[in-house]
């Protein structure tokens, strides 16, 4: 097999499609990539149903991160994080704009932060693949000020460059999905699968049994999301759990092809004016956070944490060497939000 590269592509018209780790690929890097994905909810959260004690498989997760609970041999929850430059600044913009950097920021029309963990890290480990980052959202940014004269460019990012500008959000699973598999041009709505079927079913007959059923495996789910972004090709799904799933599953196949190793999804920005029918919930997000012991604030919060799960139960799929080999290499997944201190 050493007539296959690890760098090997399917190309069609107008498309390239990233492989994952197949054993029969030769000069591949024997270093388990990292990996990092930051995923931020708004409008905070109930403090009393945040918690865990213990760890691992006997860990006791609380009320709000109870849809953990298939994960929490995986996961660890940190308390007592604090972000000093954040005090003082007023609600929400002002505890949101820095939460990945810890730099002061400034009021006024012009926002200005300093540059976020997860960009650090796409300085870095960016140079290894096709895209340093995705930056993606699940609802566009706000425009305009604050009351408290900062700018809702704050409440609508998470992450931010070293000249202190945001980092634009792909809101759009379309966009992010042909940005993924480097789809352009008039074919973009033909099936990148029927694309590639040529070279695909080359490799086929190239690859190891145990990397034919890998390929397969890749192929079909690569397969499932298209199928689904056909449906809102000229817009935004109107369901919004499903817009998020959409972007947990192309952040999941960014990994699993090596297509980057570092990307942000905000869920819901600070402020934000999601609402949520199909939880049974009245009021928009915001308006639901300024009673935050009540059932609809706590439905929500649960709902995020759903998603949540979803980049790191896909990504135990990639065979990287044996599925559970010594060349598995799960992302470090972290979910911020910020505790309200409105009082």
């Known amino acids: 097999m050493s007539g296959i590269s690890r760098r090997t592509v399917l190309r069609g018209a107008g498309v390239a499609m990233a492989l994952p780790w197949l054993e029969s690929l030769s000069a591949w890097d024997a270093t388990r990539p990292k990996r990092f994905a930051v995923l931020f909810m708004g409008n905070g959260i109930n403090g009393n149903h945040w918690w865990a004690r213990g760890s691992g498989a006997e860990m006791t997760l609380s009320r709000s991160l109870a849809p953990l609970e298939p994960l929490k041999s995986k996961i660890n929850v940190i308390n007592g994080l604090f972000n000093k430059t954040a005090v003082g600044m007023g609600i929400h913009p002002g505890q949101t704009g820095n939460l990945l950097s810890g730099v002061p920021i400034q009021k006024g029309p012009i926002a200005r932060s300093g540059i976020t963990m997860d960009q650090v890290l796409a300085n870095r480990l960016g140079r290894d693949t096709a895209l340093p980052s995705l930056v993606l959202a699940c609802e566009p940014p706000a425009t305009g000020c604050h009351e408290t ?174 599925r559970d080999g010594p060349r598995q290499q799960l992302p470090a997944l972290a979910f911020k939000h910020v505790v309200r201190l409105e009082a």
């Open 149 to 322: 004269h900062f700018s809702m460019a704050y409440s609508s990012h998470v992450s931010w460059q070293r000249d202190g500008s945001p980092v634009p959000n792909e809101v759009s699973p379309s966009r992010a999905f042909d940005l993924l598999f480097d789809n352009r041009g008039r074919l973009r709505g033909v099936s990148i699968l029927d694309r590639v079927n040529d070279g695909a079913a080359r490799l086929r007959r190239a690859v190891s049994a145990t990397d034919r059923a890998t390929l397969d495996e890749y192929l079909t789910s690569v397969r499932e999301v298209e199928t689904r972004i056909e449906r809102t090709r000229h817009g935004l799904p109107e369901d919004f759990r499903e817009h998020t799933r959409l972007m947990c599953d192309i952040i999941a196949l960014a990994f699993q092809a090596d297509r980057t190793r570092v990307a942000s999804l905000l869920l819901a920005r600070d402020l934000s004016s999601l609402s949520y029918p199909f939880l049974g919930v009245r009021e928009d997000h915001h308006g639901a956070s300024h009673d935050d012991l009540s059932d609809g604030y706590e439905r929500i919060s649960r709902f995020h944490l759903g998603p949540a799960g979803l980049p790191r139960r896909q990504a135990r799929r990639d065979p990287r060497g044996r």
